[in-house]
């Protein structure tokens, strides 16, 4: 159980362009999903933690005009990067947590990552 | 902010020897968990040990815990070469439900 499928795994689009990924989690309700960016040998920075309903809570530093997240569902999460550039390449995993209340321990499911390529 | 620190960065070990990471932390916790990373893959969990507990073992693994020197370490024993990967550990500060990780030990058992 606790299966998070993360779609697409890999995307490459011209500058400019948007792209969106999409987080859902398969056996459970995720009532809070967890955006995170990842660059070459490097460790999971949190862009964002997105609840069910509501607008998603940014960190410092992330522009949520650029990277939009919607949860409209307790299994869906999408985070749709906007005017892609280059820069905005990268390796994007989203995770999910059980809702509060269940057997949670706080472990988190992750999915197996998108990579972003923008040309 | 980074909260954990995993030393050492990179560790090259053969087949069969024992790795160990270990992971120091800035703040209170209320849970550590370690995570293992294959190349271009997602993250799968591996332990979790809350902020009471000293150590705890899981097959192979490992953790223990001392909160008087915010440190942790990962001990993967008669390491195989399928344990090649980057390994995590990541808290979750008290009062929060966000994990916050660590910069990763690079792990690479030679066959």
């Known amino acids: 159980g606790a299966v998070v499928s993360q779609h697409p795994s890999w995307v490459i689009c011209k500058s400019g362009t948007s792209v969106k990924i999409e987080c859902r989690s398969l056996?459970?309700?995720?009532?809070?999903m967890f955006w995170y960016r990842q660059f070459p040998k490097q460790s999971l920075m949190l862009m964002a933690t997105?609840?069910?309903?509501?607008?998603?809570?940014?960190e410092q530093g992330v522009e949520k005009d650029k990277f939009l997240i919607n949860h409209a569902s307790l299994t869906l999460s999408t985070l749709t990067v906007t005017s892609a550039h280059p820069e905005d390449s990268s390796f994007y995993i989203c995770s999910a947590s059980m809702p509060r209340g269940t057997t949670s321990t706080g472990e988190l499911f992750f999915g197996e990552g998108s990579r972003l390529t923008v040309l | 902010s980074q909260q954990g620190e995993e030393d050492p960065q990179a560790l090259s070990i053969q087949e069969g020897e024992n790795a160990t990471m270990n992971c120091s932390y800035k703040t209170s916790i209320n849970n550590l968990q370690w995570y293992r990373q294959n190349s271009g893959r997602g993250l799968v969990h591996l332990i979790l040990?809350?902020?009471?507990?000293r150590e705890k073992h899981s097959g192979r693994l490992r953790v223990t815990l001392d909160t008087s020197k915010k440190s942790s370490s990962l001990l993967i024993t008669a390491s195989r070469a399928a344990d090649t990967a980057s390994y995590f550990c990541?808290?979750?500060?008290?009062?929060?439900?966000?994990?916050?990780f660590g910069k990763g030990t690079k792990l690479s058992v030679i066959p």
């Open positions: 056996d459970f309700q995720a009532t809070t």
């Open positions: 990541a808290t979750i500060l008290r009062g929060s439900y966000q994990l916050t």
């Open positions: 997105s609840n069910e309903g509501s607008k998603a809570t940014y």
């Open positions: 040990i809350r902020s009471n507990e």
